[in-house]
């Protein structure tokens, strides 16, 4: 018995010296922990500086002052090999685009979208839409849209504003 409990103790005693020594052994690679932790802060910074050069990339709000439709309709062109966007119009590769800002993304009932489109359940605003047309296959992680994005701000504010007008309810501008 007296056995048995001594083996305990002794087994409590080593499990907490294991974690002294990892607390040692974490703070001895502290120095390098920092020094990653100055790098991710560059690139940070960087990025930021980025997107505030490319005209506003957030602010889609804003830049629709300074677009029109008929600019989105230029755009839009090359989204029409893969979308319809009249009233009424088909599925194509993509899903009939009619109407599309303020509806729920992944939910035209005869159009097969991948399980991560299906799954996402946003409602499609002006913000999430910009945030899509930047890359879209990062905004949405398994979404089958080829399509490597618009860089450009203003050409997204464009045809998207183009989009909000090919609908029969408009989602307010402001
Ligand atoms: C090469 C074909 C292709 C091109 C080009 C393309 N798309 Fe798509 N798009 C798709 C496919 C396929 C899907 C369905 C994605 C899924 O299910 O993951 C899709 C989905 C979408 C959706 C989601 C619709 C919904 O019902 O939720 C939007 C919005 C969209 N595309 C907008 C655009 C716009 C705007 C452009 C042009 C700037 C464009 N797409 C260019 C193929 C394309």
């Not at 010296?17 to 052994?25: A, C, L, Q, R």
């Not at 398994?142 to 998207?160: C, E, H, P, Q, Y």
Request: proline share 3%.
């Amino acid at each position: 018995m007296n056995k048995i409990l001594v083996s305990i103790v002794f087994a409590v005693i080593l499990v907490l010296g294991i974690n002294k020594i990892t607390d040692v052994i974490y703070q001895v690679q502290k120095p390098e922990t920092s020094a990653y932790q100055v790098n991710v802060t560059t690139v940070a910074s960087t990025e930021t500086q980025k997107s505030s050069e490319s005209s506003q990339d957030g602010d889609i709000m804003a830049l629709f002052a300074s677009v029109s439709g008929a600019d989105g309709a230029k755009v839009f062109k090359k989204c029409a090999a893969c979308h319809s966007i009249s009233q009424g119009g088909a599925n194509k590769i993509g899903p009939a685009l009619w109407g599309v800002l303020g509806r729920q993304a992944g939910s035209v009932p005869d159009y097969k979208y991948s399980k991560a489109m299906a799954a996402y359940g946003k409602i499609w605003s002006f913000e999430e839409m910009n945030g899509f047309l930047i890359k879209p296959k990062d905004w949405i992680k398994g979404t089958k849209m080829s399509f490597a994005g618009l860089k450009n701000a203003k050409d997204r504010a464009a045809v998207i504003l183009y989009m909000n007008e090919n609908s029969s309810e408009p989602l307010p501008l402001k």
